[in-house]
């Protein structure tokens, strides 16, 4: 029917991005990650169901995830001065922590969230084909509470989307989006970077552009 409007209210955003050139680039994180790995076997327990959480990253010290971030801090301005209009300098802008998963075969990440941020991040360094899709969920708590039955999914019945990996892939994200990964089934390690981003609040904050 032509004479129906639809007022899509208060819209999560998950930005998209390939970053150019990431091939080089990603060799040389996945070396750094796997180095990391061999110093520090055990690892942390976070989200991760049987795969391996690095411990945070030197940001500062360490030239390859230096290179990692200059790929993308254009993007990350463009998300939080352009789309998400945030009243800020681009000097602002902290990345306040970043690490790695490896999920080998038959491992996933629970459902969760990165409490304390403004947005948090995805990008895949490594990401064979069934190496696990991302899943956001609706944080509308009340709407997932009860809903008659379903005829089809769209953007305004679905309760989850779910988002495939891709090598060079980065993912933007409001941190307060609850979001899984599901299980590799594939024969290869899938290997993600994730990072949390806030915006400065003070002058004792670090900054990484």
């Not at 055990?42 to 940001?59: R, T």
């Not at 500062?60 to 789309?83: A, E, P, R």
């Not at 790695?100 to 064979?128: C, D, E, G, M, Q």
């Amino acid at each position: 029917m032509s004479d129906i409007n639809i007022y899509k209210l208060f819209p999560v955003p998950v930005f998209e991005k390939k970053l150019d050139n990431h091939e080089e680039l990603n060799k040389e994180l996945e070396k750094y990650i796997y180095n990391l790995k061999k110093e520090n076997p055990a690892g942390l327990v976070k989200s991760n169901a049987g795969g391996w959480h690095s411990p945070f990253f030197n940001m500062k010290d360490t030239v390859v995830i230096k290179k990692f971030i200059s790929s993308f801090n254009i993007f990350l301005q463009k998300v939080v001065t352009d789309y998400m209009s945030w009243k800020c300098e681009p000097k602002d802008i902290v990345i306040l922590s970043m690490w790695s998963i490896i999920n080998p075969k038959n491992t996933f990440n629970i459902r969760h969230v990165h409490p304390n941020s403004a947005l948090s991040a995805a990008y895949y360094v490594k990401a064979k084909k069934n190496s696990g899709h991302i899943s956001f969920f609706d944080p509308k708590e009340v709407k997932t509470m009860y809903h008659p039955p379903i005829k089809t999914y769209n953007e305004l019945s679905s309760e989850a989307v779910t988002v495939e990996p891709e090598e060079g892939k980065l993912l933007l994200f409001p941190a307060y989006l609850q979001h899984s990964v599901k299980e590799n089934l594939s024969d290869e390690d899938r290997i993600v970077i994730s990072f949390n981003v806030n915006i400065a609040k003070g002058n004792n904050q670090v900054h990484y552009f």
